[in-house]
């Protein structure tokens, strides 16, 4: 048993409450470095583990070494470690970006970034129902923390609204695990995999409620129409930095989906089989066509992106409800790719309204911004990366989950939404770069801006962005192994007997 | 015997089913202090719940002991333990985000719009507020 396993969701904590304590004590230049300091070992750490589970290995940790189902359990395989590598990446160039100022303000910001990381890790990484719902709760009160960074009028109500969603979210989360639990009398999911496919008919209906009861909570989490509501206020009113780290956030939601969905209600769940098959597709497919009428009608520029997080949502849940290998595989190289882009747009977003005095990131014609070429260049890459044009990692994962639908019945309807979802969301990017970059307006505004070209690019707000960039570029060039280490996580993910055995060992009779 | 544990897990099912209506009427409240004591009555009837998944027992020892028929579930007690700490810390927390929202906001209306603003056009009252 490797303490290996374990590693990424301590040393968050470590880190937060070692920065929790010096807070008052070190100056901020210092705090800021030891947090990137730790975010650089979150990510040597992940990588220790992506190449321990590369191979196809499940690994088990059992916390104080109580064997599962009676003890707690963090299992590492593919999928959560491919996760933890998305956040920790992510993670790393938003605190890169909110050293350059955004963190000032509060002391409290840094150990609450560590801490959200903390839940993260915690999330992807626990074999727990019950512990899943413990990590949700950790990262949800960091995220408030991180919400209301520096406060305003704007992020207080999106703020109200939602901690109060999340805690009606968190009520129902725990009122199906506990319907599980009655029923089953399990929380660990390898085990409850194995007593819900075992489920006595009188008992399936509660079981069945208790499930949907879950995807209800795992919904909102991922922004699944129509709990979706909450999300573009919440995104486009805070700082940027934490709007870049919470592209992930939906993302735990659509991984609690999939985690969750083939394991314990998966193929090989005999009565309780496939629970939500008929709901997750339309619902996919609906919350693509929702998100992109909202990119459409957004007058701000971070709540389009805001929308753009909602569209890859449901793209995301679109390639997972497909159910096949080949879908699930590309859904999770989209996942990836759709995380580094939206954080990047947020931080982009942030440039430009920051460039742009009052009018901020509203979509009216206003003054030429400074560096007005390369921040326009910025947001044509980003924009041609989000939208899924060739030759970026949008086209290549939109292309895969097509590729992977291309055989089934559901072909028109995933062929039909996602290919005008791509074409009218090309259309909201170019009105908003036209309105930023071109029809900016005329003689008496390009004084003030022309003073500021002496300023020159920030190249340290930059820098964060170039480097989520160039994870997308990464993910174009290294497409063939990346895809195939996803290809190889929906493999697992399609055999849970795998994932059962590795963490209750081997059944006492077949 | 029987009879009084059809009773009392009726009423206990009453009780959370009582306290769960309560909260969801008053979550859809439109001030912040109603939703809060709504979500304060979701989390209390949640933990009724969870403990009563062990099930209903009496005087049946939690520990192993040679003349017991049988033993209370303890890992429920654990889990409210766990949620009761947890909702604690949440409803602390809105209630402070509650004052902050009167302070910044100038209301205690959860969409944060004034006293008798009626919104004639949704969405420009929205936009507008949110700029304020």
């Known amino acids: ?510 | 015997m029987l009879e009084s544990l059809l009773s009392m897990e009726a009423l206990i099912a009453l009780i959370i089913g009582v306290l769960t209506a309560s909260g969801v009427y008053l979550a859809l409240r439109a001030r912040t202090f109603p939703v809060v004591i709504g979500l304060t009555l979701l989390s209390y009837a949640v933990n009724l719940f969870l403990f009563v998944t062990g099930r209903l027992t009496v005087g049946l020892p939690p520990v192993i002991s040679d003349q017991a028929a049988g033993y209370a579930d303890p890992l429920p007690q654990a889990l409210v333990l766990t949620a009761i700490v947890i909702s604690f810390g949440m409803t602390a927390f809105i209630i402070m985000l509650s004052l902050k929202a009167r302070a910044e906001l100038g209301t205690d209306q959860v969409d944060g719009r004034l006293d008798g603003d009626v919104a004639p056009d949704e969405h420009g009252a929205g936009r507008g507020g949110e700029r304020g």
């Open chain 1, 1 to 510: 048993m490797s303490h290996l396993i374990i590693a990424p969701i301590l040393f968050p904590l470590l880190a937060a409450t070692l920065l929790l304590l010096v807070r008052r004590v070190i100056p901020l230049r210092v705090r800021r470095s030891l947090n990137l300091v730790a975010l650089v070992i979150q990510i040597l750490l992940v990588s220790l583990l992506v190449q321990r589970v590369a191979g196809g290995e499940i690994l088990v940790y059992a916390l104080g070494n109580w064997p599962a189902p009676y003890g707690i359990v963090m299992v590492a395989d593919r999928l959560s470690v491919w996760m933890l590598l998305v956040t920790s990446l992510v993670a790393f160039f938003a605190m890169l970006y909110a050293v350059r100022g955004t963190d000032a303000g509060s002391r409290h910001f840094h150990p609450l970034f560590q801490l959200q990381l903390f839940g993260l890790s915690g999330a992807f990484l626990t074999g727990d129902l019950f512990n899943l719902f413990v990590f949700f709760e950790i990262l949800l009160l960091a995220s408030y923390g991180l919400l209301l960074h520096r406060g305003g009028a704007n992020r207080v109500r999106a703020g109200l609204h939602f901690v109060a969603l999340n805690l009606a979210g968190s009520t129902l989360f725990l009122f199906a695990v506990g319907t599980l639990y009655a029923i089953l009398g399990t929380l660990n999911m390898a085990d409850l995999a194995v007593k819900a496919a075992a489920t006595p008919p009188e008992n399936l209906g509660v079981v069945r409620a208790a499930g949907l009861l879950l995807f209800v909570v795992f919904a909102l989490k991922a922004a699944l129409i129509p709990l979706y509501l909450w999300l573009p206020a919440a995104y486009s009113s805070t700082s940027a930095p934490v709007a870049a780290l919470f592209a992930i956030m939906t993302k735990v939601g659509a991984y609690s989906i999939l985690r969750v969905y083939t394991l314990i209600f998966g193929a090989e769940a005999g009565p309780v089989a496939d629970l939500i098959g008929p709901w997750l597709l339309p619902l996919a497919l609906a919350t693509m066509t929702i998100g992109t009428l909202g990119m459409l009608a957004a007058h701000e520029l971070r709540r389009q992106i805001a929308y753009l997080v909602v569209v890859s949502v449901g793209l995301l849940l679109t390639a997972f409800a497909l159910g096949t290998e080949a879908s699930i595989g590309a859904g999770l190289y989209y996942l990836a790719h759709s995380t580094f882009a939206a954080a990047a747009f947020f931080l982009l977003a942030d440039m430009i309204a920051m460039g742009r005095g009052t009018l901020a990131d509203r979509l009216d014609p206003g003054p030429v911004i400074a560096n007005a070429n390369l921040i326009g260049g910025f947001f044509f890459v980003t924009a041609i990366l989000v939208s899924g044009l060739p030759p970026l990692s949008g086209f290549l994962g939109k292309y895969m989950v097509l590729n992977a639908a291309a055989d089934l019945p559901s072909m028109p309807w995933v062929f039909g939404v996602i290919l005008s979802a791509g074409l009218l969301g090309v259309i909201a990017l170019a009105r908003s770069g036209s309105l930023l970059f071109y029809r900016a307006e005329g003689l008496i505004e390009r004084t003030g801006a022309a003073g500021r070209h002496a300023v020159g690019p920030n190249w340290g707000r930059l820098l964060p962005i170039i480097g989520l960039l160039l994870l997308c570029v990464t993910l174009v060039v290294w497409a063939g192994p990346l895809s195939d280490y996803t290809r190889a996580t929906a493999e697992q993910l399609l055999e849970p007997s795998v994932y059962i055995r590795a963490v209750l060992g081997d059944p006492p009779s077949p």
